[in-house]
């Protein structure tokens, strides 16, 4: 959560660090440049060295940079601690947790596992939020509830990591082909069209779900509500991941993954759409928190559920350390441009405007994403009748 502290406590960063909202969005875009480098590596390494070598490692150090942000660095100390959490929290972490989960769920419950993992990601993250919500509230001021904050985001990774160093088996998820023919998997897999539609599915999916990051500030500065008050919209956000995920897994299983997918585009099409038009009213607050809550149900929802596309696509499950890399380089691109185009929607437009401005734009976006996911289902479809 380490890197991700904006989409909960973004007005109060501003307020101690003393930089503004396009300050805040170039952290995070420095996060998603080194992110982004390290996605395919963490392919290859996830193919060579066991998950939990990888993720206690990742766990560890990602917490100790949590713990140099509670001496209130610099802002150049900032840029660097988030360029570190791009190596940390990826090139070690993400492809070995993906494939892992794929072997666990097996040809029939990708729904389920992949709904688990981001519901279980869930229930953890909204249980530190809402910790970290509390000593924020109860710390005596803006400045000392924020360290409060990064020490409980910094301790709870290293406990993690500790955590599976001493639970977690030390087994590779392997095909015992995939080292002489690496090379050639690779060729094979850059060449499979669904590889590509999946990737265009996670990035759509990813632009709308950092969307979500967004709701406390547009809370405070449109709605005119108090910072602890966006900080609890935030966490509500985050409670509602872990039923949205798993309930979106069950359910994928039943009625088709990608069918899944489209809904949720669907539904963030209109939720999107309707934050754009409705005008911010202190009386309609109880509005806001409605729409708060549906998006945050459609955006777990795809997240839980859109990997468990490979299985459904019909990429072999020798390709899936590699497609894992590719598809992720592509998905996770915007974390490289998505919170600067947030930040300058806001800074460039007076009050409410910018962030109508911005949800319009999600909308479209999520437009886009039902289209790519219907292309992907009529490709696997050929594949399969091929």
Request: include cysteine; glycine fraction near 12%; proline fraction near 3%.
């Amino acid at each position: 959560m380490l890197p991700y502290m904006r989409k909960t406590f973004q007005t109060s960063m501003e307020q101690v660090f003393q930089i503004d909202s396009a300050e805040i969005g170039f952290l995070n875009s420095t996060f998603g440049l080194l992110a982004l480098a390290c996605y395919f590596p963490g392919g290859w390494l996830a193919d060579r060295i066991s998950a939990r070598k990888l993720l206690t490692f990742s766990l560890v150090c990602t917490g100790l940079g949590g713990a140099y942000m509670t001496t209130l660095p610099s802002y150049t100390g900032m840029l660097a601690v988030n360029a570190f959490w791009g190596v940390t929290a990826i090139l070690t972490f993400w492809a070995a947790l993906i494939k892992a989960t794929r072997h666990w769920g097996g040809a029939h419950e990708q729904g389920l596992s992949f709904g688990l993992l981001d519901g279980g990601r869930g229930v953890t993250g909204a249980v530190l939020a809402s910790i970290a919500t509390a000593v924020f509230a109860y710390a005596g001021g803006v400045r000392e509830g924020l360290i409060a904050v990064f020490t409980v985001y910094a301790s709870a990774p290293i406990l993690a990591g500790i955590a599976v160093w001493l639970i977690v088996p030390d087994r590779l998820y392997e095909h015992k082909a995939q080292y002489s023919e690496n090379e050639s998997l690779l060729r094979r897999a850059v060449r499979l069209p669904q590889v590509w539609l999946l990737a265009g599915v996670i990035f759509n999916g990813y632009v709308l779900y950092v969307g979500s990051y967004e709701f406390p500030a547009f809370a405070e500065r449109a709605y005119g509500q108090s910072k602890v008050f966006g900080a609890q919209l935030g966490t509500f956000r985050d409670w509602l991941r872990p039923i949205a995920a798993i309930g979106a897994g069950l359910l994928a299983d039943r009625i088709g993954v990608t069918r899944g997918v489209m809904g949720a585009f669907i539904l963030l099409f209109v939720l999107y759409g309707s934050l754009s038009l409705i005008p911010p009213s202190a009386a309609t607050v109880w509005l806001l928190a409605i729409q708060v809550g549906a998006v945050a149900i459609a955006v777990f929802a795809l997240r839980g559920i859109y990997y468990a596309l490979m299985q459904e696509s019909r990429i072999p499950m020798a390709y899936t350390g590699i497609v894992v890399g590719i598809v992720s380089v592509v998905g996770y691109t915007p974390d490289i441009f998505i919170h600067l185009v947030a930040g300058w929607f806001v800074v460039s437009h007076e009050g409410a405007q910018g962030y109508h401005l911005y949800f319009g734009f999600l909308a479209v976006i999520a437009l886009i994403g039902f289209c790519v996911a219907w292309r992907l289902n009529r490709c696997g479809q050929a594949t399969e009748d091929a």
